[in-house]
């Protein structure tokens, strides 16, 4: 009965139109009201400790670096190298979307900012060059998701805190994982054009790389300085968040002076807007996992599972099964703040890796952004693309497919995730 009543009142609210985060507290004052202990001092308490959290001031830093790099310059140069490399090569628009998506992961950690980067620049070279619109638009909508996989990751964390599970060794292991994704896009881009007659561009001379290479270098530092020091543990993820906002802004600004002091008011006030969203639904959210402990709804829900504990790999396969159906219709952050609570004690029950769980989660949820109806970077890019959603989400059809295969690969072969994080977790 209590996990009718908590779904019920969960989906009962979306389905009425109820913004998330409303549905979540909403959710709680009826489960609060089930289990006969409604008190609005204890809703607001759960409130404000939900969001009193250090880790979670990584979100807004981020989400403030992701602006700068974007506004500032950093993005476009990325991409310029991109194309300087692999641009020459056949259908090499395609590639250039993906090595940039993977380079932008690495610096912003929001799909939707390196979706929306993307596409501005990329979805016109690749229309003109004779790609076919909703193909090319589907493509970048995939490499977007990728954001959220290589670190610095914000779905690391908010999984990380919600978890209580290490936010740096979530890091690391998402680097290795998060190119496998971007390997299976390159396959599958390669498939789809090799009969194309699409003429690429000529190819840069050495000169034109070096330039090009030279002048992404400052861009390119900024992952580099992340790893290395959450490797070594010269700061905490937070910390990094700070770093990499204070560097994106000191580059876009001295370096490359593409962005002035008179635009900073309207990058924070953006950067605010954005953060705050993401803040309250973790307040929010953290009213109903504290309902979920006091009710046992895991308990309940390992003793359903029961059966397949003994078979971690089948569960695994079962759990990814349930996240994407749950992806299509609800956006990254609420699903990961809903499901990890619930989720959790059953991995731990079933002896998985959390943070191979966690990695494979967040990848899930990140391919969830590209899956209709919801699909907030299809939305995103079919604004930016001037596109139908639907033509855009026939495009990213084969996209997706070929990212959920690489998904199930490492659900398998578990190693694929575990042999690189360990070695660069140390």
Known sequence: MTIAVFLGALLGCMAIGVPIAYSLLLCGVALMWHLDMFDAQILAQNVINGADSFPLLAVPFFMLAGEAMNQ?????????????????????????????????????GSAVADAAALA?????????????????????????????????????????????????????????????????????????????????????????????????????????????????GVFTPTEAAVVAAVYALFVATVVYRELRPSQFYALFVSASKTSGVVMFLVAAAMVSAWLITVADLPTMLVELLEPLISSPMLLMFLIMALVIAVGTAMDMTPTILILTPVLMPIITKAGIDPIYFGVLFIINNSIGLITPPVGVVLNVVAGVGRMRMDELTRGALPFAAAEF???????????????PARLLGG
Not at 95 to 104: N, P, R
């Open 72 to 108: 500032g310059g950093l993005s476009r140069r990325i991409i310029n190298l991109a194309m300087a490399v692999v641009g020459h090569i056949r259908g090499g628009l395609g590639y250039v979307a993906i090595v940039s998506a993977c380079l932008l992961s690495a610096l912003s």
């Open 120 to 232: 501005a620049l990329l979805i016109p070279m690749m229309v003109a060059a004779g790609h076919d619109r909703s193909r090319s638009g589907g493509l970048i909508a995939a490499s977007g998701v990728i954001g959220p996989i290589i670190p610095p990751s914000i779905g690391f964390v908010i999984f990380g805190v919600t978890a209580n599970v290490s936010i740096s060794k979530l890091f690391l292991a998402g680097i290795f994982p998060g190119l496998l994704i971007g390997a299976s896009l390159w396959a599958t881009w390669w498939w789809l054009v090799r009969r194309e007659k699409v003429i690429p561009p000529a190819r840069k001379s050495s000169t034109e790389v070096l330039k090009a290479l030279r002048e992404a270098t400052w861009a390119l530092l900024l992952p580099l300085i992340i790893l290395v020091g959450l490797r070594f």
């Open 405 to 419: 295969a690489m998904m199930f690969l490492m659900v398998l072969f578990p190693q694929l995730v575990i042999w």
